[in-house]
């Protein structure tokens, strides 16, 4: 059951796999637009320390999980623990990253994950040690256990869970070879079904999936909602730097807007360097609740 609550909105900006497409006119971007938190899915490079260092310059709040792409090629872990040590307390991998202000839970998933079900790379081993499927799950469980209960709880991961369609247009569909099938993290959908035992949770945060399919496929559904009024948003937009038909330089961001424990809004919205909105995509929109009639 989702909770109804009458809190203040928070206005949260999401960016996507970066894959190194981040610098100071996002930094501009972020100051014009003043969302009351940023949650940022990893993929920042392969490996590079520029982009780590550039978020923790960041007045704002910052959440971060890294992906399978922040370990470089180097297989020792070095490389991925040289990211996480840059990153400090803005990177919630398995752990609770509480954002006072504005208010916001963030817990994150498994980093380094490459989607696929549940697999360990031997960088992720070498910084976190050995971890089976159901560790994985109790530590991002245990982590939203921490969180304070009347926060708007959000699930950031790289890679989002199984579950969510097979198909490869699915929002976790694998589409660069046949079958297209779920490439959704088995752990993080465990955790998710073991958290709501206890609170809702309105909002899962992704990417790792880019929303251009391979092969001229298409684009990605990249929003869907279940029954149990859990939202799910995949924010891989790659690349997230571009231009228009028109020549103007466009950055990208997905925003999101929670009222409690309620997701209210979700779209991706494209920007102008001046911080002007040029596009947006909105890919969901609460109803609006029915006035209560007075008693006769």
């Known amino acids: 059951m989702v909770v109804t609550s009458g809190g203040k909105t928070l206005r949260i900006a999401i960016a996507g796999d970066l894959h190194g497409a981040w610098d100071h006119s996002d930094h501009a971007l972020l100051q014009t637009v003043a969302p009351d938190a940023l949650l940022v899915v990893g993929d ?22 890294l992906g399978n792409h922040d370990a470089g090629k180097d297989a020792s872990g070095r490389t991925l623990q040289r990211q996480i040590d840059l990153l400090g307390e803005v990177h919630c991998g398995w752990k609770l990253r509480a954002l006072s202000p504005p208010g916001l839970a963030v817990v994150g998933g498994r980093p380094g994950t490459a989607g696929g079900g549940f697999h360990l790379s031997r960088a992720v081993q070498a910084a976190f040690g050995p971890v089976t499927l159901q560790e994985s799950a109790d530590r991002i469980t245990a982590a939203a256990a921490a969180a304070p209960d009347d926060w708007p709880l959000v699930l950031l991961g790289h890679s989002g ?5 097979s198909d490869a247009a699915s929002p976790c569909g694998r589409d660069w070879k046949p079958p297209a099938c779920d490439w959704g993290d088995l752990d993080l959908a465990l ?27 298409g ?57 002007e909105l040029l596009y947006e995509e909105r890919l969901w929109t609460a109803p609006t609740p029915s006035p209560e009639l007075a008693p006769c």
């Open 161 to 165: 869970p199984s579950g969510l369609g």
């Open 44 to 65: 920042l490079s392969d490996g590079q320390q520029r982009i780590p260092a550039l978020l923790r310059q960041l007045p704002l709040p910052v959440a971060c999980i």
């Open 191 to 217: 955790a998710i079904q073991q958290i709501r035992r206890r609170r809702p949770v309105p909002l899962v945060v992704f990417g790792h999936m880019h929303h251009a399919l391979k092969r001229g496929q």
């Open 219 to 275: 684009h990605r559904q990249s929003f869907c909602r279940d029954r149990a009024g859990t939202g799910y948003l995949n924010t891989a937009c790659v690349p997230r730097h571009g231009t228009d038909g028109a020549g103007q330089a466009l950055r990208h961001l997905s925003w999101v807007e929670l009222v409690g424990q309620e997701l209210r809004s979700a779209s991706h919205r494209w920007y102008g360097l001046g911080g």
